[in-house]
């Protein structure tokens, strides 16, 4: 059987660092840390009803899960050159000035994979509904976006 192509992870260098160093934690930090509550939980005894011990494991088995993901995630990472990005058309790295037409409001965004999207820091993912109708188009571009709050229309003030 084939194996199948992984999933390639765009993420800016930014973003390869911050998930270096959570995948850093979890494995030198964490992973001592709910072993030692394990090995604590099994000194009290009977581990059939004992909450601790079921907690730790829980605990155990999620950080072992983010492991997994973020190696996975770091593996398959594809460097977004923020620097370098052409300002011509919406691409990934891309920071985007939006007009909202029926407001008149302008906002800001910057474009990135969905691994390190943060809509606080204004950080959207190019698989967003607001990500997937910008990515490709030009400045003066007006596209129409269906979100479940209704239908938006936007123009693309400014690339960067």
Do not use: H, W
């Amino acid at each position: 059987m084939k194996k199948e192509k992984e999933k390639e992870v765009p993420l800016t260098l930014a973003g390869l660092k911050k998930l270096e160093g959570e995948l850093e934690i979890l494995k030198s930090v964490r992973r001592r840390e709910v072993a030692q509550r394990i090995k604590q939980a099994i000194e009290f005894g009977d581990i059939s009803e004992n909450s601790e011990y079921e907690d730790a494991k829980n605990e155990q088995a999620f950080v072992e899960g983010r492991i997994l993901t973020l190696e996975k995630m770091l593996r398959n990472a594809r460097i977004i050159d923020c620097e370098a990005g052409a300002t011509e058309v919406v691409g990934l790295g891309s920071t985007v000035t939006l007009r909202d037409l029926e407001q008149g409001s302008e906002f800001q965004y910057t474009i990135v994979g969905s691994a390190e999207a943060d809509p606080e820091a204004k950080k959207i993912s190019n698989e967003s509904p607001v990500g997937k109708a910008i990515m490709g188009k030009r400045k003066g571009n007006v596209v129409e976006i269906t979100v479940p709050a209704g239908l938006f229309r936007f123009q693309i003030v400014d690339i960067s």
